[in-house]
């Protein structure tokens, strides 16, 4: 049965019924459905179609969608969740700066409490914007109670996903010479993949919640830790997560280290392949690119992050032409400064576009189609598009406000004109959790309150505050001008 004929399936009664909407399906021969219904029985799309086809399936609950968008889940492939307490820290750092000075200082003193609240607030702000699925790096506090606190955390605020557990190990001679401080690298690599393994344990493929090994960089972790933490992964049957080749001298400082570059490495190894998540990717040769896309390997675009650290453009065209797995990532809110993947989806059209100084470059359909189903192919799961037996990860957006007045393009309108704060309904796995712009599962006020008292009692304790203070960018004259 294809997809349009699974679509147009009767059900003669479901738990929960859409109706009324403008229904982005993403698929088939019917992408748009006007005055569509959604119909979800337990954790499943049941039915979805047209109100003009005949009757509606009875519901336990209808939900009226006049003058809304229906659309799949977003879903986030690059994430750190527990970095959300570093909101607007940092202003005018380089990418080894921000690293050195900023986050790993941040993460190294991170406590438990701290970590929940910047989750907990991380994953609020998530679900509020449209987000069902988010795969989260994980590399502050990584003692097994922490972890898997942290997945308990997304899982209880609604999300689906997992969390990448990272994975430092060694100090190695190029994390070293890059001056990562050896503070970072103090867990062994017989313990880091020790307690990898009993997190996985509780958290197998299959869970709402999976949890992962995240090797923290393909370039400054260790070889043989790496290679052991993907043998890790396939004898569990879950993916793997890592950052790759993101600031530019990465890979050139890999080859004078190794003797060849970071993803060619990867490569030689074996260790490239559909269950491999790579973050960031900007710089890749050629022969990189043809090794992750002959693998169908999958990356993590971030191109919110890859502009404010800055660290350049992925090569997106030329990997999805070679076979890769494209979704889009976050990147946290330490340097995305918000969980909003429409902000991304824009973002990545934008960049690519003035990159190459052609409008053809990339397009809001291309955004709109990572965001939903290439975030799903990278995650593994049936999801990113409304479609009879895939998993009812949807979002519901109120196209009544003057930014999406008038609604000619769907696709257009969701990646230029929407934004994250226009999620009305937010359900993962069937379940609401988001309704009127309001968590249902948390109390949203208290996590708020919780995240603004730990972030003032970090900064204190781990000497952040200076990063606070107004940085100086050097105007077009060449005289110095204070950012507010
Ligand atoms: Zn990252």
């Known amino acids: 049965m294809d997809l349009d004929e699974r679509a147009r399936t009767p059900t003669a009664r479901c738990d929960l019924l859409l109706t009324e909407g403008t229904v982005l399906t993403v698929v088939g021969e019917r992408p748009t459905i006007d005055r569509g219904f959604v119909a979800i029985t337990g954790d499943r799309i049941v039915a979805v179609g047209s109100h003009e086809d005949g009757s509606l399936p009875a519901a336990d609950r209808t939900i009226s969608c006049r003058g809304r968008v229906v659309m799949p889940g977003l879903v986030d492939c690059h994430n750190h969740m527990f970095q959300s307490l570093g909101r607007t820290l940092g202003e005018g750092l380089t990418g080894w700066e921000w690293l050195s000075r900023f986050m790993w200082p941040y993460a190294a003193q991170i406590t438990h409490e701290e970590t929940m609240a910047a989750v907990y607030l991380g994953a609020v702000e998530a679900v509020l914007a449209g987000t069902t699925c988010v795969l989260d790096h994980h590399y502050g506090r990584t003692d097994e109670a922490t972890t898997l606190a942290v997945a308990a955390a997304l899982e209880e605020v609604g999300l689906r996903g997992k969390v990448a557990r990272g994975i430092a190990g060694p100090y190695t001679d190029l994390a070293r010479h890059q001056g990562l401080p050896e503070s970072a690298f103090r867990i062994p690599a017989d313990e880091e993949l020790a307690i990898t393994e009993m997190c996985m344990r509780a958290r197998p493929k299959g869970s709402k919640v999976e949890i992962w090994p995240g090797p923290i960089n393909a370039v400054y972790t260790d070889q043989d830790l790496l290679a052991a933490s993907v043998e890790l992964a396939r004898s569990h049957g879950v993916g793997w997560h890592t950052h790759c080749s993101a600031p530019r001298g990465d890979p050139e400082a890999y080859r004078d280290a190794y003797g060849m570059r970071p993803a060619t490495w990867l490569h030689s190894q074996g260790l490239l392949g559909p269950d491999t998540v790579l973050a960031h990717t900007t710089w890749l040769d050629e022969a990189e690119i043809e090794a992750i896309g002959s693998t169908r390997t999958a990356v993590a675009h971030c191109p919110l992050s890859n502009q404010y650290v800055p660290y350049g453009v992925m090569p997106l065209r030329e990997l999805l032409d070679a076979g890769a797995t494209i979704g889009l990532g976050s990147d946290g809110s330490a340097c995305g400064h918000r969980q909003d993947l429409f902000e991304n989806m824009k973002l990545l059209v934008l960049m690519h576009r003035l ?15 990572i965001a939903t189903k290439g975030g799903a192919a990278v995650h593994g799961i049936d999801a990113g598009a409304l479609v009879p037996g895939a ?16 609604w000619h393009q769907a696709s257009s309108g969701i990646v230029y004109s929407a934004r994250g704060s226009d999620v009305e309904v937010n359900i993962v796995g069937g379940e609401i959790v988001v309704e009127d712009g309001r968590c249902t599962r948390v109390d949203q006020d208290e996590v708020v309150d919780e995240a603004r008292r730990r972030a003032g009692e970090l900064m204190d304790r781990v000497g952040l505050r200076d990063l606070a203070a107004p940085r100086l960018a050097r105007s077009r004259q060449g005289s110095e001008c204070s950012d507010r």
């Open 355 to 369: 990159h190459h100084l052609d409008p053809k470059a990339s397009s809001g359909p291309q955004a709109f189609e």
């Open 391 to 406: 998993l009812a990860d949807v979002i519901v957006i109120d196209t009544t406000r003057p930014h999406l007045v008038p």
